[in-house]
């Protein structure tokens, strides 16, 4: 069970808005800035927004993502058939000598 | 631009350890941190742990009595070692570099170039 706490799944239909949220505690997210990565099936995860908000060039501004406290959430509008993936989120965690920490994922169904 | 290819046996016995390098192109492993993670069938990702440009190290502590990560700067490539594999250890295996850094006083770690990924099964 993963210390960072995401819905297994989510789904929307084409063009609509979806959300997935991941719930950590003071000595991850409420700390740290948050990573989301996209993964298509067969594919290794890419960065699809790191520093929390922030997105690498050539990821659509239909991907955004957002913090606040120990909670974090990924947003995607417009949504297109092919945004149907996994997404996780990511941060570090400052006990002990600090880690990396993923959530459990979650499979966007596009219906 | 950075990439990263893992190589190694896919098939490992029980008990036996499992060994893997990952061979850095287009840039130097004496920069960044450069980590291993990963994901077993059907699963979410596990992060092993990182080496830092200057060797310092930091696992997982779920793993780290059985893993060993080390460099070699003369052939650009870094290296995983896990002992005493079981059924459990079988999962596609990723190395990655790493950005870390602070932005607007909050700290950021992530895996900003990834490779392909190997998939390792651990069976006799």
């Known amino acids: 069970q993963s210390v960072l706490t995401q819905p297994p799944s989510a789904s929307g239909t084409p063009g609509q808005r979806v959300t997935i949220s991941c719930s950590g505690t003071?000595?991850?997210?409420?700390?740290?800035?948050v990573t989301w990565y996209q993964q298509l099936p067969g594919t290794a995860p890419k960065v699809l927004i790191y520093s929390s908000n922030q997105r690498p060039s050539g990821v659509p501004d239909r991907f955004s993502g957002s913090k606040s406290a120990a909670s974090a959430s990924l947003a995607i509008s417009g949504l297109q058939s092919e945004d149907e993936a996994h997404y996780y989120c990511a941060t570090w965690d400052d006990s002990l000598n600090g880690a990396v920490l993923f959530g459990g994922g979650t499979k966007l169904t596009v219906l | 631009q950075v990439q990263l290819q893992e190589s190694g046996p896919r098939l490992v016995k029980p008990s036996e350890t499992l060994s893997l390098i990952c061979t850095v192109s287009g840039g130097s492993i004496s920069s960044n941190y450069w980590s291993w993670i990963r994901q077993p069938p059907g699963k979410g990702l596990e992060w092993i742990g990182y080496?830092?440009?200057?060797?310092?190290?930091n696992y997982n502590p779920s793993l780290e009595s059985r893993v060993i990560i080390s460099m070699d700067t003369s052939k650009n490539q870094f290296s995983l070692k896990v002992t005493s594999v079981t059924a459990a250890d079988t999962a596609v295996y990723y190395c990655?570099?790493?950005?870390?850094?602070?932005?607007?006083?909050?700290?950021?770690?992530?895996?900003?170039?990834w490779g392909k990924g190997t998939t390792v099964t651990v069976s006799s």
């Open positions: 080496i830092s440009d200057s060797g310092g190290r």
């Open positions: 990655t570099r790493d950005s870390s850094g602070n932005s607007y006083g909050h700290y950021y770690y992530h895996m900003d170039v």
């Open positions: 003071t000595s991850n997210i409420g700390s740290n800035a």
